[in-house]
C-alpha cells in the first residue's frame, strides 16, 4: 500500500487492521484478508517478544494496538459466520434494503416454513382421524399446498 504521506506506524497497523478485518468480513475478492489479519497480530506479538523496549517505550500505542487486535481475533473466533450480525439484520426488517437479495431468500424460507407447518397440521388431522376428518377446504388448502412446494405438480 503506496501512502503519499508519511504516517506513524501505529496509524498504518491500526489500519491496516481494520482493512484487514472490514474486507474480510465482506468476502468480495479472492485474497486472504484473514491469513494477512493473522500474519499482523503475530507479528505484533512477535516484536513484544523480540523488542520488549519498544513496548515499554510506548504502552499506550502499543496497548491500543493490541486491543483492537484481541477485539478483532475474538470477533473471528466467537462469530466467524457473522451469525449476530446476520440475525440481527434478519429481525430488523425496517432497516432492510430495498431489493436485496439476501433478505428475499430469508422471506422465501421463512414462507415455505409456514406452509411446511400447515401442512404438517393437515397431515396430523388425517393420521389422528383419517382423511374424511378434513374439510373440504382443508383437502383443497392441502391440495393447493402440495401443488406450491413441488413445482405445480
Known sequence: ????????AFVFVIGFLIFSFVRMRQRSDNIGHDAHLGGAIIGLLVAAVMYPSLMTASPAMFAAVLLLAILILLSTIFDPLQLLEKRIKAVTKRDRPAGSERF?????????????????????????????????????????LSK???GGR
Open 1 to 8: 500500500m503506496l501512502i503519499p504521506v508519511g504516517i506513524p
Open 148 to 150: 406450491e412446494l413441488h
Open 104 to 144: 428475499r431468500r430469508y422471506d422465501e424460507v421463512r414462507e415455505r416454513n409456514k406452509k411446511l407447518k400447515e401442512i404438517d397440521r393437515l397431515l396430523d388431522k388425517v393420521a389422528a382421524d383419517g382423511m374424511q376428518s378434513l374439510t373440504k377446504s382443508e383437502r383443497e388448502r392441502l391440495d393447493q
